[in-house]
């Protein structure tokens, strides 16, 4: 079997590019006009496929991409030629003549590593363009927002290097009651009216993520930096009952997005089996009746966690089916029941809709304990179908 040209895999995800369209399109709607949109497609786009999500996403008016290294903004600059990419990690100077030839815009995240960057760009007679993180109280990368006070505005003065914008990462946007996101905020405004009076000017200033974005306009800034939400997940917030002394009540969105991303794999064996059989290793599980047990071709060497054992459940045939023994290195078992109706070469899917039934990622992150972007994140395919794309 091939799919465009390529042997079919028993495991691959499908894009919903025209559900990814419109979840850009529901964004912009409650943005101002002006507000630069930062699509974050690090990691290979959450697991959804940085090409494929980066082209719709184009196609869709974005003109600004952020990724994570230099490895994955070279593909996205080969196909983009045009777009702006942000990298959110650290690069070394050995990385300054990649991302100069790929026109990409490095985060600087302390003074010397700053330096070491001007001094790279300078020795081949360039510029580096590039972005300041402030560490506002992430405790994670960034300069130290007290020390960028000073530290800034002597390294805009710096040769090899071309401050453009200024990025901090909020903590707790969506979880917190007691303020501190408002305090991160002023903090970042006090780095940004430094700069200003400096004489550094026309900085893209962003902050919010996903949570934030949806918690509270004021944070917008020039430009936002949505992830999780673009891909059809809102993640929970806690709306400040109060605002804090002296600042306006906190203006919350509602923002409707819908997945974008199926994972599908195909049962490679259907056996009946007696009652109070084993199931997979240690025999966690024993069929409670005569039944049907379905092997699935996913593991998870695939990203298909053994967390999920005997908890998780797919879709075959558009009735959900249970996850029984341990899930293995390459292959998973369900429990069709006694009628057995199902087959060698059907589809069952692990994430996403088949008829009237889904699962979805933050169901999955239930079942294991986690968060919906370590789900996403930890699907391991080369082979991305895209549905819908015009």
Known sequence: MCYEGRPMKNTWIELDAAALARNIQRLREVLAPATTVI????????????????RCAWACG????????????????????????????PIAPAEVAAALAADLTPVLTDEQQAL????????????????????????RL????????????????????????LCTHFSAAG????????????????VAQACAAAGISGLLRHASNSSALLCDSAWDLDGVRPGILLYGYAPPVQVRAAPAAGRAPPTPRRVRVEPCLAWRTRIVQVKKVPAGFPVSYDRTYLTPRETHLAVLDVGYADGYSRQLSNRAEVVIGGRRRPVVGRVTMNLTVVDLGPAGDAAPGDTATLLGR????????????????????????NIRTDDIRVQGET
């Open 39 to 54: 699509f974050v497609v690090k990691s290979n786009a959450y697991g959804h496929g940085l090409i494929p999500v980066a």
């Open 62 to 89: 974005i003109r600004w991409f952020a990724v994570a290294h230099v490895d994955e903004a070279l593909p996205l600059r080969a196909l983009l030629p045009e777009a702006n990419i942000l990298l959110l990690s």
């Open 116 to 139: 070491a960057l001007a001094a790279a760009a300078r020795a081949r007679g360039q510029t580096l363009s590039c972005h300041a993180k402030i560490d506002t109280g992430m405790g």
């Open 142 to 165: 960034g300069f130290f927002w007290e020390e960028a006070l000073e530290a800034l505005p002597r390294l805009a003065r710096e040769p090899g290097l071309q401050l453009r914008g």
């Open 175 to 190: 979880g917190e009651a007691d303020g501190f996101t408002d305090e991160q905020a002023r903090r970042f405004q006090r």
């Open 354 to 377: 088949d008829g009237a039934a889904a699962v979805w990622a933050d169901e999955m992150a239930a079942w294991r304990g986690t968060i919906p972007y370590e789900v996403l994140t």
